[in-house]
């Protein structure tokens, strides 16, 4: 079952997840005891040793992490797993290390890097302006959270203007990125971004791809703006398509048609995986309602469209599918019935 790491490990113990590197461990041969605290190493062991302590000492960094939600928690868990040292703070008490922004800043050493994932829009701005505050000339922040990329802009400069530099991160993966990785669409310098660069390569997925220095600030959240925006049209289609299966009698199994369709198929995605994932625990999603919200990045990617006048209709159609979706009845189709009812005498239904 996936749920946040909500663990509320203190800084100063390992996590539950927190792996030894293996040059210092000694592997203890089944059924034997385990090797004593003072076993001799061996002379390449040794060596091995020295080198993994040379290589944290030159890799590992400290992190400051603000907002330890869905998306903090587990990446807290999966930055910690690379060896690094992240101090949680959240306003929720049971799931921060600190007890105040305050606190977390003191127990960094400087340069500091912070990075804030909570919510965008007031709560983002609260903590970006109460890091002005509290840190130092040399610092930098990093904005992780769905930020409209409008406003990198002007974090950047408020930082700046008290040396402090600032990072934009668009990050995908939700709750599965601590076993899959978090891909990261970077905006800002070049000398920032590579403060922060060993907390993005222990984020990033494994493999070549997951990570892009997309451009200036703003540019990261651009691309993850544009890339939720896909994400709406994505889901929209395998949403209809899957509506229109399931209307046909002579389509038996939709459940079994979704399945098949990932592998070897031109719409294999991992949206379609996770489609198959709740058709497994819900066959005709009888337990949801038709109901979905939207946290902003698809309104924006629409209104960057109309500001650049680029033609976006599936994208388009895909958000405003979603305000359809909280309405009981609808107003327009109430019009629509009327006018046709006025010009041509078509039959209306009464309201309930
Ligand atoms: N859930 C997802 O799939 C993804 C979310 N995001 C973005 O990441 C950010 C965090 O998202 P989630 O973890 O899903 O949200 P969440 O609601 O699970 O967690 C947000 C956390 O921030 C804390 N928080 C809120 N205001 C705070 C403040 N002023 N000071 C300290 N802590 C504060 C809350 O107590 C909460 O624990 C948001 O900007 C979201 O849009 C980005 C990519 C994917
Ligand atoms: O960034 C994400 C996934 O990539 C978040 O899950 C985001 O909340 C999705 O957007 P919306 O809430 O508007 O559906």
């Known amino acids: 079952m996936l749920t946040p790491a909500n663990s509320g490990d203190s800084w100063l113990t390992q996590p539950s997840g927190y792996s030894v590197p293996s040059g210092l461990t000694r592997s203890t041969p089944a059924g034997s005891k385990p090797a004593r ?8 062991e040794a060596r091995n040793l020295h080198h993994t302590l040379e290589h944290r000492k030159v890799n590992d960094m400290q992190l400051g992490l603000i907002g330890l939600g869905k998306m903090g928690g587990n990446m807290r868990e999966r930055i910690r797993r690379a060896g690094h040292t992240v101090i949680g703070y959240d306003r929720n008490p049971d799931l921060a290390d600190v007890s105040s922004l ?19 829009g007031a709560a983002t701005q609260s903590v970006i302006d109460e890091l002005g505050d509290l840190l130092e000339p ?54 920032h971004i590579a403060k922060v660069q060993p907390v993005f390569d222990a984020l990033k997925p ?12 703003g540019a990261g959240h651009f691309s993850k703006m544009v890339h939720n925006g896909i994400e709406y049209a994505m889901m929209q289609a395998y949403a209809e398509g899957w509506e229109l299966l399931e209307k046909v009698d002579s389509v038996t199994d939709v459940r079994e048609v979704f399945r098949s369709w990932q592998e070897g198929t031109v719409i294999r995605s991992w949206l379609l995986d996770l489609a198959v994932n709740a058709l497994a625990d819900d066959e005709h999603l ?26 976006l209709p599936a994208i388009t159609a895909s958000l ?33």
Do not use: C
């Open 206 to 217: 494994e493999g070549d791809f997951g990570f892009v220095h997309a451009g200036k600030v």
């Open 138 to 191: 040399g610092d930098t922040v990093v904005d992780g959270g769905n930020s409209r990329w409008t406003d990198d802009e002007k974090h950047a400069e408020e930082l700046a203007a008290k040396g402090i530099g600032f990072v934009d991160a668009g990050v995908s993966g939700g709750v599965w990125g601590l076993q899959n990785g978090y891909a990261l669409m970077v905006g800002g310098d070049a000398e």
């Open 286 to 311: 009888d337990k949801l309602r038709g109901y979905a919200e939207d946290s902003g990045e698809g309104r924006w990617t629409v209104e960057a469209a109309i500001d650049n006048s680029v033609p």
């Open 320 to 352: 405003f599918a979603r305000f359809a979706s909280r309405q009981d009845d609808s107003p327009q189709m109430k019009m629509i019935a009327a006018l046709r009812n006025q010009f041509g005498g078509h039959a209306v239904e009464s309201a309930k």
């Open 37 to 44: 605290q003072h076993a001799r190493f061996s002379h390449v």
């Open 102 to 120: 305050a606190e977390l800043v003191g127990k960094l050493e400087g340069p500091r890097v912070v990075w804030v994932m909570v919510p965008a």
